[in-house]
């Protein structure tokens, strides 16, 4: 019913563009076709194996080869020891043969060399060198400091712009939470509770909703041609393009407003556990606002749970199923009408959503407190708690603009 993310270490990841300061472009996007080519090569054949070579077999079938196409000694290994992961994962998947798409290459220390103080990367492709200054705010560089890492992967999108996606290890370590808060998520707005008051934050998910909505007219539209116009295809996937990229925006501005707030007041953040409200749903709905919602949750979800590994800051999924049907103050059944909730025993009245941040708390507390070594009157547990005063009436509502 209720789980921490567990502590331990993680990945995550340095993402920047990158410009370069020695080398050229078209040399680099050479490298990383020669790569691409050289690593679907392998895929290619290893896809026609029943068994899986083991990584010794690997460096007899194709070490030499590679070598002979000028790839150095660590990339030919990375080129093969890819392969075979994005092989396996397929087939674990019952999924189709892989086929890269994307431009890049994984390099290994070895042929990397990072100046984080500088933000410089540089990376030996075959018998090139390409030097790379990251365009990032240095603060957010600098955080990656004195961290581990193994690999760096470099790539280049469609407009012709670098990446460089640097994973680095985290010890997550998280603190002994004092007070919780907790979070309903839906496509409006997100309700915050921590025990005494509600706050309710607007996204920007139905700003996102609109446009994806906006692209699915056009598909309507031109039901028969849109997918070979050139211009509404391509004013489609704009458009789609937009939406995610507010989602993702916004959930990782969010994810930051809420666990540094967390952290600041010792609390562990509550959240719905997503994983199990949807294995548990018949079946996937395809509509729109539907795909959307899981969309922005699990991205809105992930974002959260990010920050609070770099941040040290607990995190506890609790199981959501049941939490807009109790009353929190007096736990028998609420009738809606519409989104309002009310519960005709003691007279609770408020939205769904608030019901949902205040039972998630409230279900947290009650199988947190032992395990925290709360005592019987745990923090943040008063009579406000039960839902008098102010969230009887006119709930507070904070407008952040983040
Ligand atoms: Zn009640």
């Known amino acids: 019913m209720i789980r921490m993310v567990p502590r331990g270490e993680y990945m995550l990841t340095l993402k920047a563009r990158g410009v370069l300061v020695d080398g050229s472009l078209e040399e680099l996007r050479e490298e990383l076709y020669m790569t691409r080519r ?95 200054k990251l365009l990032h705010h240095r603060d957010y560089i600098r955080k990656f400091i004195g961290r581990k890492w193994y690999e760096v992967i470099i790539s280049i999108d469609k407009q012709g712009r670098i990446w460089v996606n640097i994973p680095f290890r985290w010890k997550y370590e998280p603190y002994k939470p ?23 934050v607007d996204t920007r998910f139905m700003e996102a909703f609109s446009l994806k909505i906006h692209a699915e007219k056009l598909q309507k539209k031109y039901p028969k041609t849109w997918w070979y116009n050139r211009r509404i295809l391509d004013r489609i996937r704009s458009l789609h393009r937009r939406s995610r990229n507010i989602v993702v925006d916004w959930s990782h501005k ?20 997503l ?15 539907d795909k959307l919602s899981r969309f922005a949750y699990r991205k809105l979800q992930l974002a959260i749970i ?18 807009s049907t ?17 519960c005709r025993r003691c007279g609770f009245i408020t939205d769904r959503d608030t019901v949902g941040a205040m ?9 947190m407190s032992p395990l925290l070594g ?8 008063n009579d406000e708690t039960r839902g008098s005063g102010r969230t009887k009436d006119e709930p507070m509502t904070v407008h952040i603009h983040l």
């Open 38 to 132: 050289a690593i679907q090569y392998v895929i290619n054949i290893l896809w026609e194996l029943d068994k899986l070579p083991t990584i010794n077999q690997l460096h007899q079938m194709f070490y030499k080869q590679l070598r002979e196409q000028g790839f150095r000694a660590h990339q030919a290994k990375q080129i093969y020891k890819y392969s075979r992961a994005l092989v396996k994962s397929a087939r674990e998947n019952g999924g189709r043969k892989p086929i890269l798409r994307k431009l890049s290459a994984r390099l290994d220390k070895y042929d990397t060399s990072i100046d984080l103080e500088n933000q410089i990367v540089i990376v030996k492709l075959r018998n090139k060198i390409f030097k790379i």
């Open 178 to 200: 004092k007070r919780i808060v907790s979070i309903d998520i839906n496509l409006r707005k997100i309700v915050v509770y921590d025990g005494k008051s509600i706050r309710r």
């Open 254 to 273: 969010f994810a930051k407003y809420i666990i540094l707030k967390a952290k600041r007041t010792r609390s562990a953040i509550v959240l719905e556990d």
């Open 275 to 289: 994983e199990k409200l949807w294995l548990n749903a018949p079946r996937k709905s395809s509509i729109l606002a």
């Open 306 to 323: 990010t920050k609070a590994i770099e941040y040290n800051v607990p995190v506890i999924l609790v199981n959501p199923m049941g939490t």
């Open 326 to 342: 109790t009353c929190p103050r007096c736990r028998s059944k609420l009738y809606y009408n519409h989104r309002l909730a009310i």
């Open 359 to 367: 039972n998630i708390y409230l279900r947290t507390l009650g199988r």
């Open 374 to 381: 709360w005592g019987r009157s745990a923090p943040a547990m």
